[in-house]
T-cell receptor, first 115, second 112 residues
Framework: DAGVIQSPRHEVTEMGQEVTLRCKPI?????LFWYRQTMMRGLELLIY????????DSGMPEDRFSAKMPNASFSTLKIQPSEPRDSAVYFC?????????????FGPGTRLTVT | AQSVTQPDIHITVSEGASLELRCNYS??????LFWYVQSPGQGLQLLLK??????LVQGIKGFEAEFKRSQSSFNLRKPSVHWSDAAEYFC??????????FGAGTILRVKS
């Protein structure tokens, strides 16, 4: 079975450019999570969706960040305009939300460098 | 609010030695608890989980963890560490709405 798929794996861009990160969750999963990982702040939850609906976006750092989930098999995280402090590894994770399980399955991450 | 504390930022053990990584959580009800491992350049992989029942849970790669409600702890153990176990380990507690709250992580170094 394919796990969570993220693209691109690496992205280098200049400050001010738009960046779009993509995620395909595990088939059949109905919850999707976007995280950011940095040395200084560790692993931070940015936003999560249940059944394609954003449930909690309190972790989104500012209006430059936006996330969408147009269908059950695809999500994007967009940063516009990007800044050097956005440099981090961004992870997508998915899970099957039911009463007995909170376990999340992570993708390999996208390493973003903003120069 | 739920929180997870991993007191040790770094731990170094010799290959073949036993390992215990500490995790303390704060949660009002019976928690869902997890340990994840992250190798360099990789995503997080689930090692084991506790939902209910037997407080000693077995995971992949020879790891186990014990839930102790009285101590609000969920420590990860392995009887004999291999060099390939060098990685960062994260403890997490299930929060409301399917969210997980992660600890800051413990970096494990293995000496040969």
């Amino acid at each position: 079975d394919a796990g969570v798929i993220q693209s691109p794996r690496h992205e280098v861009t200049e400050m001010g450019q738009e960046v779009t990160l993509r995620c395909k969750p595990i088939s059949g999963h109905n919850s999707l999570f976007w995280y950011r990982q940095t040395m200084m702040r560790g692993l931070e939850l940015l936003i999560y969706f249940n059944n394609n609906v954003p449930i909690d976006d309190s972790g989104m750092p500012e209006d430059r960040f936006s996330a969408k989930m147009p269908n059950a098999s695809f999500s994007t995280l967009k940063i516009q305009p990007s800044e050097p402090r956005d440099s981090a590894v961004y992870f997508c994770a998915s899970s099957l939300a039911d009463r007995s399980s909170h376990e999340q399955y992570f993708g390999p991450g996208t390493r973003l460098t903003v120069t | 609010a739920q929180s997870v504390t991993q007191p040790d930022i770094h731990i170094t053990v010799s290959e073949g030695a036993s390992l215990e990584l500490r995790c303390n959580y704060s949660y009002g009800a019976t928690p869902y608890l997890f340990w994840y491992v992250q190798s360099p350049g990789q995503g997080l992989q689930l090692l084991l989980k506790y939902f209910s029942g037997d407080t000693l849970v077995q995971g992949i790669k020879g790891f186990e963890a014990e839930f102790k409600r009285s101590q609000s702890s969920f420590n990860l153990r392995k009887p004999s560490v291999h060099w390939s176990d060098a990685a960062e380990y994260f403890c997490a507690v299930g929060a409301g709405g399917n969210k997980l709250v992660f600890g800051a992580g413990t970096i494990l170094r293995v000496k040969s």
